[in-house]
């Protein structure tokens, strides 16, 4: 396929524009439906989405040698990373604020991908490509942070957030191997089955056994599950066979857009000027990333 690269950076692309979508439609679901709840039941549906998606498209034959082929050990540690990322993200915007929280999560997954490509696997990114992130970076913190009161930091959810953020990480960079030994569905749905087994749990404990849900919240968790988890989350997949780990997560920052154009379109809110200018360092940041991209050598190679 002709310029890769490219077609990979606007495939996580339109996946994060999908993830913009999440807090619109978490902000519709009922009051009594626990957050930890709503983690948990959009990677049981997302794990319905792949397994439906695999049996109607992969040929039997591939499937087979998909499931033979691929490394176990890393689907556990990819699908521990999916659910550490959905609880700790929860918890820490419970303790930190929407606003620092999800400035923390989101701002640091970048910083981890680059440094964990560095440690694990010896490449460093390069320069251009640490200016295009930490524009990006900025800008997005900027976005949340802008008109949001004053910061006030809590600890614990700081470091949950951290935690978010290097979980998010890890899993681009465990999931890009996984990509390229079998088909993005089929890994998919290896790392979110692993992951829902892991989150049901963990929120039958955290905050007890599920109530009845109603209609309307069923609705929103079958729009997290499906759209802003299975689709956006099989293109993020995809993607990764084509760019680096790290490009990807820095490119996922595109998150923040969606959501800054649903708040004054959708919600009306009225964002102060600072958004504006976060809003244009994003911009910069995320073409810088592409170029650097799709003019040099990939990121991270197979090891």
Not at 64 to 83: E, K, M, Q, T
Not at 116 to 143: D, I, N, S, Y
Request: glycine residues 12%; hydrophobic residues 60%; contains cysteine.
């Amino acid at each position: 396929m002709k310029n890769t690269p490219l077609t990979g950076a606007l495939m996580v692309l339109l996946a994060a524009m999908l993830w913009g979508t999440t807090g619109t439609a978490q902000s519709m679901a009922p009051a009594q439906l626990p957050a930890q709840w709503i983690g948990a039941l959009r990677l049981a549906m997302s794990a319905l989405f792949f397994l439906a998606y695999v049996l109607l498209t992969q040929p039997r034959p591939r499937l087979r040698d998909d499931l033979r082929r691929i490394p176990w050990r890393w689907v556990l540690l990819s699908g521990a990373c999916v659910a550490t990322y959905n609880l700790s993200f929860f918890a820490g915007v419970k303790a930190s604020g929407v606003a620092i929280g999800t400035a923390i999560a989101i701002g640091s997954g970048p910083l981890w991908a680059g440094l964990l490509q560095w440690l694990l696997a010896g490449q460093a990114p390069r320069a251009v490509w640490w200016l295009g992130t930490l524009l990006a970076v900025a800008g997005g913190a900027l976005m949340v942070l802008a008109g949001s009161g004053g910061v006030q930091l809590n600890a614990m959810g700081v470091g949950l957030c951290l935690v978010a953020g290097l979980s998010y990480a890890a899993y681009a960079l465990v999931n890009q191997r996984l990509v390229r030994q079998a088909a993005p569905s089929t890994v998919t749905l290896l790392v979110f089955g692993t992951a829902a087994l892991i989150a049901v749990p963990a929120a039958l404990l955290w905050v007890g056994a599920l109530t009845a849900v109603s209609t309307g919240g069923w609705l929103v968790v079958g729009y997290l599950g499906l759209v802003t988890t299975g689709l956006a989350y099989l293109l993020f997949s995809s993607a990764l066979r084509h760019i680096s780990a790290a490009t990807g997560v820095t490119l996922a920052l595109a998150e923040p857009l969606t959501a800054f154009v649903l708040a004054v379109l959708v919600v009306g809110e009225h964002p102060a000027a600072g958004a504006f200018a976060g809003l244009g360092l994003v911009l910069a940041g995320l073409a810088v990333v592409i170029w650097a991209e799709v003019r040099g050598t990939p990121q991270l190679q197979d090891q």
